[in-house]
């Protein structure tokens, strides 16, 4: 899909993307993109950046990019959801290469790690189906298992 966007949420978007929510039962799995934005404003050691996901010129999804480690090389993808109306498109699934690439051509990392509710099968399932490993390690503060991409070379 050519017509995949990623842009920084400023305030030509950002109502947009708070208007983006999840399915009701997947709510209890990720915080809302409100919250996110809050996040990347006051959590300022992570240095979060919010992202919407557009398609052509409509906002479908976010991400949140942030707590980089410039010694081991990896920075957080957090928060990546498509709106409920969106979803069941195939949009995720086109997304996941778009924001690996994002990613790898503007932060000097070698890998993408992210965190999971445990009790999340399908997130679990589609982070491994699009190259993501389960790592075996728990984010402790959220109770979360932590998956792990690496930059093919």
Same mark, same amino acid.
């Given at each position: ?21 999840? $399915? ?16 990347? %404003?006051?959590? !300022?050691?992570?240095?979060? !950046?919010?992202? @919407? ?7 479908? @999804? ?19 959801? %498509? ?8 949009? @995720? ?23 999971? !509710? ?12 699009? @190259?993501?490993?389960? !790592? ?6 959220? $109770? ?10």
């Amino acid at each position: 899909m050519k017509d995949l966007k990623i842009h920084p949420v400023d305030s030509s978007n950002w109502r947009q993307v708070v208007s983006l929510k999840m $399915d009701e039962s997947q709510q209890s799995f990720i915080e809302s993109n409100e919250i996110s934005l809050l996040e990347s %404003i006051y959590d !300022t050691k992570n240095h979060w !950046t919010c992202y @919407g996901l557009f398609f052509k010129e409509e906002a479908v @999804g976010f991400m949140m990019i942030g707590a980089e480690n410039k010694e081991e090389k990896y920075i957080w993808l957090d928060r990546f959801m %498509i709106d409920r109306d969106h979803q069941g498109k195939g949009l @995720g699934s086109a997304f996941i290469p778009v924001v690996k690439e994002y990613i790898f051509t503007r932060f000097d990392v070698n890998e993408i790690v992210l965190s999971v !509710t445990k009790n999340n099968l399908n997130a679990k399932t589609f982070y491994e189906k699009h @190259g993501f490993k389960n !790592t075996g390690l728990i984010d402790q503060e959220f $109770d979360e298992e932590i998956f792990s991409y690496h930059q093919l070379k």
